[in-house]
């Protein structure tokens, strides 16, 4: 049984969490350190962007069983979702970790379940035992008593899709790493308060290799993409049409290049492979180092195209170049720039070309800090009229729809392949 269950660390992960567990009438105790975050959800909202959370928030708080609070509470289970980014040199980064530890240990009670779900190096689930047992001598834990500890700890990996977070919550399977079987068994039962999957026992460090692994294998098949459309353009041969006869084989399935790879998942997660095992972990790396340059590869592209359309029009002058940038968000149809190769470009193009840059991007209101001064954000109409370069770097569904006859007369670089 399940009395209460306190969630700590409200972001994309640890909020959607919350509020499903709450919508299945359990008593939620949100924690965070963010006091306006903690504000927002209290008064039924939210501080992020995901389809129809803000209708299960609103939901879950009005009905009395999700709130929001900086200090955590007694609860029956502890579910730890606080980021784990890297370090300098990509060591991963486990001290939001350890703050949570340190916040809630001190209200842990005999029969409490501690779950990690923060994507973490191998042992994270381990140290973090450790570091509770430091704090509460007066408990025992598993990695000293195994069964018969009083607090269960398990590691099980949120494995959600930004944009598709609720029904992935809800429909994925689960792999659920306890620190003994007992440990498992207990966080099972929680997961299976809403979880329509299947909920798979294993330990924990296999646990944190297998979200690990997951992030990893689209991280490689996502290089093997780009740098298929590096050594394409080399031959001149359209990588997408080769991409799409290459699929037709039963048993090939090669991915989509892009301008990199974003976001705070995929282009991290690898690195804690390769940290912990560096000498062995050479595609991986490498997976990352290919993935990491594209960018580059894509600006310098763009400079080529810039002097190309200087030698055509040679009354110009580099400071009358007018660039558009379409797509600033790190995947299509979301509003999120967080470790946006698309970003990275336009920053970049900013600072390197002198003419005007124009970044169109349906999803947000207002620029970022780092491109207001130099950058305009406008509508499609407005950049196809003004634009002599076409940049595309992320592939909206407005921008599928353009029509194809009104980029005719532009030079244009796509690297989502969607404009032929
Ligand atoms: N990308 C490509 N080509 C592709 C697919 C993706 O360039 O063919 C790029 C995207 O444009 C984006 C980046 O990769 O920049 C990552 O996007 P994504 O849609 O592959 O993944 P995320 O980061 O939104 O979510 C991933 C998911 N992991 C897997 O699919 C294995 C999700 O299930 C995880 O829960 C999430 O990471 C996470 O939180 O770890």
Redesign the pocket.
């Given at each position: 049984m399940f009395n209460s269950v306190s969630v700590v660390g409200l972001g994309?992960?640890g909020l959607p969490t919350a509020a499903v567990f709450a919508s299945r009438k359990i008593k939620v105790i949100g924690v965070d350190v963010n006091g306006s975050a903690v504000d927002i959800i209290n008064q039924g909202r939210i501080h992020i962007v995901e389809p129809d959370l803000d209708i299960v928030v609103h939901a879950a708080v009005t009905e009395g069983f999700l709130r929001a609070t900086l200090v955590p509470e007694p609860a029956d289970a502890f579910l730890i979702a606080v980021p784990t980014p890297f370090k300098d040199g990509y060591e991963p980064d486990l001290s939001y970790i350890e703050s949570a530890c340190r916040a809630i240990a001190p209200v842990l009670k005999v029969g409490d379940l501690v779950i990690l779900e923060s994507?973490s190096p191998v042992g994270a689930t381990e140290q973090m035992a450790k570091w509770l047992a430091e704090i509460r001598p007066d408990l025992s834990f598993p990695q000293e008593l195994g069964e018969k500890s009083d607090i269960r700890i398990a590691y099980c990996?949120?494995?959600?899709?930004?944009?598709h977070v609720l029904q992935?919550l809800v429909q994925?399977d689960r792999v659920i790493g306890g620190l003994t079987t007992k440990c498992s068994e207990r966080a099972a039962a929680l997961y299976k308060l809403f979880v329509l999957g299947e909920c798979i026992i294993t330990n924990a460090r296999t646990a944190e290799m297998c979200?690990l692994t997951?992030?990893s294998?689209?991280?490689v098949?996502?290089a093997f993409?780009?740098e298929l459309s590096i050594i394409c353009d080399k031959l001149d041969i359209s990588v997408w049409e080769l991409i799409r006869l290459a699929n037709r084989h039963p048993r090939v399935s090669v991915?989509?290049?892009?301008?990199?790879?974003?976001?705070?998942?995929?282009?991290v997660?690898p690195w804690f492979i390769v940290s912990k095992t560096p000498e062995h972990a050479r595609l991986i790396r490498c997976a990352r180092e290919v993935?990491d340059s594209k960018p580059e590869w894509v600006i310098n592209k763009v400079k080529l195209l810039v002097a190309d359309y200087l030698l055509s029009n040679p009354e110009k002058s580099a400071k009358e170049v007018t660039i558009a940038a379409f797509g600033l968000a790190?995947?299509?149809d979301i509003d999120d720039l967080r470790?946006?190769?698309a970003l990275e470009i336009t920053q970049r193009i900013a600072r390197e070309c002198p003419g005007r840059l124009i970044a169109v991007e349906p999803n947000i209101l207002e620029l970022p800090e780092s491109l207001d001064k130099r950058v305009e954000l406008e509508s499609i109409d407005f950049a196809l009229e003004r634009a002599n370069i076409v940049l595309l770097l992320?592939?909206h569904k407005v921008f599928k729809g353009i029509d194809k006859a009104r980029l005719g007369q532009v030079k244009m670089i796509d690297t989502?392949g969607i404009w032929g």
């Amino acid at each position: 049984m399940f009395n209460s269950v306190s969630v700590v660390g409200l972001g994309y992960i640890g909020l959607p969490t919350a509020a499903v567990f709450a919508s299945r009438k359990i008593k939620v105790i949100g924690v965070d350190v963010n006091g306006s975050a903690v504000d927002i959800i209290n008064q039924g909202r939210i501080h992020i962007v995901e389809p129809d959370l803000d209708i299960v928030v609103h939901a879950a708080v009005t009905e009395g069983f999700l709130r929001a609070t900086l200090v955590p509470e007694p609860a029956d289970a502890f579910l730890i979702a606080v980021p784990t980014p890297f370090k300098d040199g990509y060591e991963p980064d486990l001290s939001y970790i350890e703050s949570a530890c340190r916040a809630i240990a001190p209200v842990l009670k005999v029969g409490d379940l501690v779950i990690l779900e923060s994507t973490s190096p191998v042992g994270a689930t381990e140290q973090m035992a450790k570091w509770l047992a430091e704090i509460r001598p007066d408990l025992s834990f598993p990695q000293e008593l195994g069964e018969k500890s009083d607090i269960r700890i398990a590691y099980c990996p949120e494995r959600v899709l930004p944009g598709h977070v609720l029904q992935e919550l809800v429909q994925n399977d689960r792999v659920i790493g306890g620190l003994t079987t007992k440990c498992s068994e207990r966080a099972a039962a929680l997961y299976k308060l809403f979880v329509l999957g299947e909920c798979i026992i294993t330990n924990a460090r296999t646990a944190e290799m297998c979200k690990l692994t997951e992030n990893s294998f689209r991280d490689v098949n996502i290089a093997f993409a780009n740098e298929l459309s590096i050594i394409c353009d080399k031959l001149d041969i359209s990588v997408w049409e080769l991409i799409r006869l290459a699929n037709r084989h039963p048993r090939v399935s090669v991915l989509q290049p892009g301008p990199g790879v974003g976001g705070h998942c995929i282009a991290v997660d690898p690195w804690f492979i390769v940290s912990k095992t560096p000498e062995h972990a050479r595609l991986i790396r490498c997976a990352r180092e290919v993935n990491d340059s594209k960018p580059e590869w894509v600006i310098n592209k763009v400079k080529l195209l810039v002097a190309d359309y200087l030698l055509s029009n040679p009354e110009k002058s580099a400071k009358e170049v007018t660039i558009a940038a379409f797509g600033l968000a790190f995947k299509p149809d979301i509003d999120d720039l967080r470790e946006s190769p698309a970003l990275e470009i336009t920053q970049r193009i900013a600072r390197e070309c002198p003419g005007r840059l124009i970044a169109v991007e349906p999803n947000i209101l207002e620029l970022p800090e780092s491109l207001d001064k130099r950058v305009e954000l406008e509508s499609i109409d407005f950049a196809l009229e003004r634009a002599n370069i076409v940049l595309l770097l992320v592939d909206h569904k407005v921008f599928k729809g353009i029509d194809k006859a009104r980029l005719g007369q532009v030079k244009m670089i796509d690297t989502r392949g969607i404009w032929g």
